[in-house]
């Protein structure tokens, strides 16, 4: 089933998440956990954050709020504290951060089950300037 927000998708973010098995670098000899991709087409909502970080120090965060649209159902590898990098409303790439994953009200039952079946599971990313 696709999504209802399908057609106002107008993002895309790429996750680093765990692979199976491992890969070994050919200059040193280390043995390191394979990695994956997985691209995630995004309906997001941007959000302009701005606070002191230290006395004189002001920060500007763009927080993007929305629901992954396809897949509809987000890697278990993606978590809060995943990396990646969101290409958003045609905007030049950023770094963002998971920061809030899947509705509060989990991804079955009654409510949490038809949202999640009908627009997505919930996603939460951050930007930090």
């Not at 199976?20 to 050919?26: A, Q, Y």
């Not at 649209?69 to 969101?86: E, K």
């Not at 989990?106 to 599971?121: D, N, R, S, Y």
């Amino acid at each position: 089933m696709a999504s209802a927000l399908a057609a106002l998708a107008n993002a895309t973010a790429t996750f680093q998440v765990a692979g199976t098995g491992t890969v070994t670098d050919p200059d040193t000899g280390n043995v390191m956990a394979a990695g994956a991709s997985v691209v995630v087409s995004l309906f997001l909502k941007a959000e302009k954050v701005g606070y002191t970080a230290l006395p004189g120090v002001d920060v500007v965060d763009t927080v993007y709020a929305g629901y992954a649209i396809s897949p509809m159902a987000l890697d278990p590898g993606i978590v809060i504290g995943t990396t990646g990098t969101l290409t958003f409303a045609g905007e030049k790439p950023v770094a963002c951060e998971v920061v809030e994953v899947r509705l509060p009200y989990g991804a079955e039952g009654l409510i949490g089950g038809t949202l999640a079946g009908v627009l997505g599971q919930s996603v939460r990313l951050v930007a930090r300037g």
